[in-house]
């Protein structure tokens, strides 16, 4: 299992705007896949945005326009920016990102949305 470092959650107010960040650079692989999840208190975890090996995005519907997923390949590190920030995207948010080794898991990063 990869050590994967996630950044950038914390605190915002209705509005705002965060970058997560998964980085694996520890980890001598290129991304092949990333994967961005949630789980907020009380409900499943849900798919929030991927990209997949062959490079297609997808987001869920409740994004409505509002996050982008993205990598840096040089910096081996994945990103979510998430702008317009609602209460209800207050959650864990966690990366999986495929290597070589297959698919790994960061430990999760705090997003709160509250005024």
């Known amino acids: 299992q990869v050590q994967l470092v996630e950044s950038g959650g914390g605190v915002v107010q209705p509005g705002g705007s965060l970058r997560l960040s998964c980085a694996a650079s520890?980890?001598?692989?290129?991304?092949?896949?990333i994967d961005w999840y949630r789980r907020s208190p009380g409900k499943n975890r849900e798919l929030v945005a991927s990209?997949?090996?062959?490079?297609?995005?997808t987001y869920a519907d409740f994004v409505e326009g509002r996050f982008t997923i993205s990598k840096d390949a040089a910096k081996k590190t994945a990103y979510l920016q998430m702008n317009s920030l609602k209460p209800e995207d207050t959650a864990v948010y966690y990366c999986?990102?495929?290597?070589?080794?297959?698919?790994?898991w960061g430990r999760g990063t705090q997003v709160t949305v509250s005024s």
């Open positions: 999986l990102l495929g290597l070589d080794n297959g698919k790994n």
């Open positions: 990209i997949s090996t062959a490079g297609d995005t």
């Open positions: 520890e980890y001598n692989s290129p991304i092949y896949s």
